[in-house]
């Protein structure tokens, strides 16, 4: 193995340790070192790598904004090691990958969903997407944590979901209100009920007893909420704006109550983000927030010179 090789494996060592799991990454950084190492270099160039970041053809720039971004994380690493290393610019391909802003959800447009979700068949995929739904509007969990969900990590008499493998490899627990586990607990007595012998262990079932899967429940979203008149050619609603509305609602209460400095690490670990810049995103891209954060501003410094 070369010492570039090394290099790039202690790096992505490195920062899954931090919690990143970088999948994209470990596929694509070994083909940036093949390429600099047929170049006789034993370090990152700015030249080469935007030329290797430039080599799929017919695609978007965005695609090319992707691979030079590995390649500028991994530079920037090699630049605390090799004096020699060059840090590729940003924005090369004028491409920039922006968040989509969220839809943010009334509590009317949430009880209009999951009635439309209760009138589904066969009951058994009623009752399972109006329990989804539910859950992840009230607790902000991810869709993909709560289809993971198995039964043991659900516990009703205590209230507390335990996910098992989030987003960035951490375990972490979510209380639920009291309606909440009322409404779980209801789900299992009708899912059992309905499928008294399932054939997988998750706690939310298909309506044949499998675990649900992300494409039939992207699917079924869409549908309902083109049936209650929310999508529209220019109105997108996403499943994950649901989590959004949880961290909104949150960090708006915790605004107006003077405390947001306070709950937002906390909120931070609730969602299971790496850190809480993830979470000050929300103020930004919510024009509440941004209201209620430049009126305490005006509070606290108004009139002074």
Known sequence: ???????????????????????????ILPQLISYLEAADQTTVKTELAIAWARLPEGVQPIQWAHRLSVARGFASYMKTIDAQTEVPPPDVFGARQRRPAPYL?????????LAAARALHPPLRAASYEALFGLLAVSGMRVGEAL??????VDLD??????????????????LLTSATEALRRYGEDRDR??????????????VGTALQHCCVRKAFVKLTT??????????????????RYAVQTLICAQRSGEVARQMPALSD??????PAGTWWYVSAVPELMELAAQRLEERFGGRS
Do not use: N
């Not at 193995?1 to 994209?24: C, I, P, V």
């Not at 993971?148 to 990590?153: F, G, S, V």
């Not at 499928?195 to 309506?207: D, I």
């Not at 049936?227 to 959004?244: F, M, S």
């Open 1 to 27: 193995m070369s010492r570039l090789q090394q290099h790039a494996d202690e790096y992505l060592r490195l920062r899954r340790a931090l919690g990143f799991k970088l999948t994209e990454h470990g596929q």
């Open 105 to 113: 959800w009334s509590s009317e447009e949430v009880c209009r969903l």
């Open 148 to 153: 993971a969900l198995e039964r043991d990590d």
């Open 158 to 175: 205590a209230g507390v979901i335990t996910i098992q493998d989030p987003k960035f490899g951490r375990q972490r627990l979510i209380p």
């Open 194 to 207: 309905l499928c008294p012998r399932p054939k997988a262990s998750t706690f939310f079932l298909s309506s």
């Open 227 to 244: 049936e209650i008149g929310l999508r529209t050619a220019t109105v997108r609603p996403r499943i994950h704006d649901l989590r959004h």
């Open 270 to 275: 609730y969602l299971g983000h790496v850190s």
